[in-house]
T-cell receptor, first 115, second 121 residues
Framework: DAMVIQNPRYQVTQFGKPVTLSCSQT?????MYWYQQKSSQAPKLLFH???????NEADTPDNFQSRRPNTSFCFLDIRSPGLGDAAMYLC??????????????FGDGTRLSIL | AQKVTQAQTEISVVEKEDVTLDCVYE???????LFWYKQPPSGELVFLIR??????QNEISGRYSWNFQKSTSSFNFTITASQVVDSAVYFC??????????????????FGGGTRVLVKP
């Protein structure tokens, strides 16, 4: 029944070793978002896709990239993870509707640890 | 600039007590949306409610109720007769659009800092 699915749930990687987090959705939503959430903080938007249009937040480090090969899947690539990148990464989707802001639907998150 | 403030970082109550979470927002937009999300220990953010800036009616859903007051830029959330399962972090969020109201677009959320609610048995 899960509609936004993130894999893996927990990811451990080494300092500087590239890592990819994945997100898939069964909702057929146009927009997909990636958030970073550090301990005891609010989620922080990294970037989003509106269909195939990629939109980066101004303060998202260059180290973070994203790919959306089709409507259902979106990936977060961290090219050279540093210790400060240890966090929960949340994927969300929303439906596009003229005249209204629709709720974002979140996955369970991937908790990334850096050794 | 958009800003959401949740002044209470943590609230601890005993089961069956009522608890009210405060949310104050700032925006220059005349049209905007407000949301509340719940984040239980498992980590996922669960959507609770959406309210648009034109609708100041209060809303009740089971043990949850929301009070939106545009005059004070507040959107407070009350849990009545709290239960242990209500223990979570609750986020208030303000939404602003990626496009105009005419052009369909996604939306960006500005989150408050969150309020951790601990309900003790």
């Amino acid at each position: 029944d899960a509609m936004v699915i993130q894999n893996p749930r927990y990811q451990v990687t080494q300092f500087g070793k590239p890592v990819t987090l994945s997100c898939s959705q069964t909702l057929n939503h146009n927009v997909m978002y990636w958030y970073q959430q550090k301990s005891s903080q609010a989620p922080k938007l990294l970037f989003h896709y509106y269909d195939k249009d990629f939109n980066n937040e101004a303060d998202t480090p260059d180290n973070f990239q994203s790919r959306r090969p089709n409507t259902s899947f979106c990936f977060l690539d961290i090219r050279s993870p540093g210790l400060g990148d240890a966090a929960m990464y949340l994927c969300a989707t929303s439906r596009v509707k003229v005249g209204g802001h629709q709720p974002q639907h979140f996955g369970d998150g991937t908790r990334l640890s850096i050794l | 600039a958009q800003k959401v403030t949740q002044a209470q970082t943590e609230i601890s109550v005993v089961e069956k007590e009522d608890v009210t979470l405060d949310c104050v927002y700032e925006t220059r937009d005349t049209t905007y949306y407000l949301f509340w999300y719940k984040q239980p220990p498992s980590g996922e953010l669960v959507f609770l409610i959406r309210r648009n800036s034109f609708d100041e009616q209060n809303e009740i859903s089971g043990r949850y109720s929301w009070n939106f007051q545009k005059s004070t830029s507040s959107f407070n959330f009350t849990i009545t007769a709290s239960q242990v399962v209500d223990s979570a972090v609750y986020f208030c969020a303000l939404s602003y659009g990626l496009g105009s109201m005419i052009k369909a677009a996604g939306n960006k959320l500005t989150f408050g800092g969150g309020t951790r609610v601990l309900v003790k048995p």
